[in-house]
């Protein structure tokens, strides 16, 4: 079994904001040259999460803040009184990694699908863990 792994910096520029990584995630997939097989991607964080979703229209990912700041809004009696409490919501309900496959040496994105890093307690430097496993 042919793996891969990479581990990649992503800075973040604001505390709520989601920052496209796909051309990142698509050159470690060449990187890898493994042709069939499944990447899976892992945030080591508990208050930023990676999700895929349309990166076409921005407005998208505003709408998702938007909802997620509804859910867990950033002042509110929470138990956890790092001031961050609404950050690990947040992540918690997008999620830390994801799988997906890897079809002829490319990932089988829909038209207008992208990854994300979604960070809900920036601006910092996150980590992105890559893993390649081929078939
Ligand atoms: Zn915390």
Redesign the pocket.
């Known amino acids: 079994m042919k793996t891969f792994s990479k581990t990649i910096d992503v800075r973040t520029s604001s505390r709520n904001c989601f920052v496209d990584i796909t051309r990142y995630i698509s050159s470690i997939c060449e990187e890898s040259k493994i042709s069939d097989g499944i990447i899976t991607i892992f945030v080591p964080h508990?208050?930023c999460g990676v999700i895929v979703n349309e990166n076409y229209d921005p407005t998208v990912q505003k709408d998702i803040q938007k909802i997620l700041g509804e859910i867990a809004p950033e002042n509110q009696d929470y138990s956890?009184t790092?001031?961050?409490?609404d950050?690990?919501i947040k992540t918690a309900i997008v999620g830390n990694s994801i799988t997906i496959p890897i079809n002829n040496g490319k990932i089988p994105f829909g038209t207008w699908q992208g990854i994300f890093l979604t960070e809900f307690?920036g601006p910092r430097t996150r980590k992105v863990i890559v893993k390649i496993i081929g078939v």
């Not at 790092?82 to 409490?85: F, I, M």
């Open positions: 508990t208050t956890h790092e001031g961050n409490a950050s690990h307690d």
